[in-house]
């Protein structure tokens, strides 16, 4: 589904990302690990089109995208939520997860049904679908967000750090909702720098560690890696 072959990142003059690769396949979920400051967002800010790589290329369902707009990908599904539970504050929940389904009309068309399964998903976003979004909690903004980028019925779906800041219970519970969205066939690429709670749910990684792609594999093979358990999980 997505093909990403030597891209390298500038900021200014100075690379930050360089001669990354890899791929998703459809139905995975594919998890891209390392600290924060790594590169991810990065990545995905690339991959949106929001930023442009100097060299490599970007395939999407078969198709060339390094050089297409922002507003391209978003329409062929490649779908990103930003990293920090960006949302419209003064809008009400409701209103928030509509704007998921806004710019792709075969989401629109299907937001009646998508609304009732993100309901199903996320509870407590029922319960305050009339409030104004500013007044959720920090895990239940995460919970919006999320349900916000289901909306838009994405053929591929990109998370940025959904545990950024979240409380350890939340946590559990966002990583429970990206685990059935895995099983009900979404395909997700998962930046996070939470390297065992990633791995739980994941089916493949790869480390990034300082713009470069430094180790990748099965999620059991990585979770047997020595250098793994070092830097990330404490063993």
């Given at each position: 589904?997505?093909?990403?072959?030597?891209?390298?990142?500038?900021?200014?003059?100075?690379?930050?990302?360089?001669?990354?690769?890899?791929?998703?396949?459809?139905?995975?979920?594919?998890?891209?690990?390392?600290a924060n400051g790594a590169g991810k967002s990065?990545?995905?800010?690339?991959?949106?089109?929001?930023?442009?790589?100097?060299?490599?290329?970007?395939?999407?369902?078969?198709?060339?995208?390094?050089?297409?707009?922002?507003?391209?990908?978003?329409?062929?599904?490649?779908?990103?939520?930003?990293?920090?539970?960006?949302?419209?504050?003064y809008m009400t929940v409701k209103e928030n997860?509509?704007?998921?389904?806004?710019?792709?009309?075969?989401?629109?068309?299907?937001?009646?049904?998508?609304?009732?399964?993100?309901?199903?998903?996320?509870?407590?976003?029922?319960?305050?679908?009339?409030?104004?979004?500013?007044?959720?909690?920090?895990?239940?903004?995460?919970?919006?967000?999320?349900?916000?980028?289901?909306?838009?019925?994405?053929?591929?779906?990109?998370?940025?750090?959904?545990?950024?800041?979240?409380?350890?219970?939340?946590?559990?519970?966002?990583?429970?909702?990206?685990?059935?969205?895995?099983?009900?066939?979404?395909?997700?690429?998962?930046?996070?720098?939470?390297?065992?709670?990633?791995?739980?749910?994941?089916?493949?990684?790869?480390?990034?560690?300082?713009?470069?792609?430094?180790?990748?594999?099965?999620?059991?093979?990585?979770?047997?890696?020595?250098?793994?358990?070092?830097?990330?999980?404490?063993?």
């Amino acid at each position: 589904m997505l093909k990403v072959e030597g891209i390298s990142v500038a900021h200014g003059i100075i690379e930050t990302i360089h001669n990354v690769g890899f791929r998703v396949e459809e139905g995975e979920l594919v998890a891209l690990l390392g600290a924060n400051g790594a590169g991810k967002s990065t990545v995905l800010m690339t991959l949106s089109g929001l930023l442009l790589p100097k060299s490599g290329s970007i395939h999407f369902l078969g198709r060339p995208i390094t050089d297409a707009p922002a507003s391209d990908r978003f329409a062929s599904g490649l779908i990103q939520v930003p990293e920090g539970g960006e949302i419209f504050p003064y809008m009400t929940v409701k209103e928030n997860l509509f704007m998921g389904a806004a710019c792709r009309p075969e989401a629109w068309e299907a937001k009646t049904d998508a609304l009732e399964r993100i309901y199903e998903v996320f509870p407590a976003l029922k319960t305050r679908a009339d409030y104004q979004a500013r007044l959720l909690s920090g895990g239940e903004r995460q919970m919006l967000v999320l349900g916000r980028g289901l909306m838009s019925h994405p053929r591929l779906l990109m998370i940025d750090e959904p545990s950024l800041g979240l409380a350890p219970i939340v946590l559990l519970e966002i990583y429970r909702t990206m685990a059935v969205m895995r099983e009900e066939g979404v395909t997700i690429l998962l930046s996070e720098q939470n390297v065992q709670q990633a791995l739980r749910i994941a089916s493949r990684g790869y480390v990034l560690e300082n713009g470069r792609i430094t180790l990748e594999g099965r999620t059991e093979e990585l979770m047997e890696s020595e250098h793994i358990k070092r830097a990330y999980l404490g063993l």
